[in-house]
């Protein structure tokens, strides 16, 4: 059992590159959630989705966009990328909301952007 | 403002030290989870509580939700503790995240 899995690990980007990370997960859970951790700043909401085909903002949502086209997978596209998107960015996900599903992360994956 | 704090920030504790982390939190709630962070590791869920006491084995979570407080114990740490800590409230569908609480075990 997987559970949730980000590809790639690691990736550098010029300024202006775009790229996709991919998610997926095999718990057929329903929420899925794109962060991103910074030094000193915790975790931070990109973007989430409730279920198969919805999608919705978090805390910091410019730069990004995200799709969720089949349930298992949640995709995060950076059209752009820039310097201030170097960042460490971690894929969660769970059966219901957090008040009563707990959360299983990926493993991260690590964006520098040159 | 920030709607979860945690304390300390940083501790630094003996191979065996009884070990307490603390998370406030200033939304309602209905559960708290705690998580770990090893170094350079990705994110793994520790506990998931609602009222009273969790435990697994050396670790325990308490929380207190009209003092809106929730308290992570490790008892006869171990440097393989070593690690941050993070609390995480949810509200609506998301989470506030505490910043961590970077726990160092030393043999």
């Known amino acids: 059992n997987a559970g949730v899995t980000q590809t790639p690990k690691f990736r550098v980007l010029k300024t202006g590159q775009s790229m996709t990370l991919l998610c997926a997960q095999d718990m057929n859970h329903e929420y899925m959630y794109w962060y991103r951790q910074d030094p000193g700043m915790g975790l931070r909401l990109i973007h989430y989705s409730v279920g198969e085909g919805t999608t919705a903002k978090g805390e910091v949502p410019d730069g990004y966009n995200v799709s969720r086209l089949k349930k298992q997978n949640f995709l995060l596209g950076l059209e752009s990328a820039a310097p201030s998107q170097t960042s460490v960015y971690f894929c969660a996900s769970s059966w219901s909301s957090g008040r009563t599903g707990e959360l299983f992360f990926g493993e991260g994956s690590r964006l520098t952007v040159l | 403002k920030n709607e979860v704090e945690q304390s300390p920030q940083n501790l630094t504790a003996q191979e065996g030290e009884f070990i307490t982390i603390n998370c406030s939190y200033s939304?309602?709630?209905?559960?708290l989870h705690w998580l770990q962070q090893h170094p350079g590791g990705g994110i793994v869920s520790l506990f998931m509580l609602s009222s009273g006491k969790k435990k697994h084995g050396r670790l325990i979570a308490t929380i207190n939700i009209q003092e809106k407080h929730s308290s992570l114990h490790i008892t006869a740490s171990h440097p393989r503790d070593s690690a941050v800590y993070i609390c995480?409230?949810?509200?609506?569908?998301?989470?506030?995240f505490g910043t961590g609480t970077s726990l160092t075990v030393i043999p």
């Open positions: 995480a409230v949810p509200t609506g569908n998301q989470f506030y």
């Open positions: 939304v309602g709630i209905s559960a």
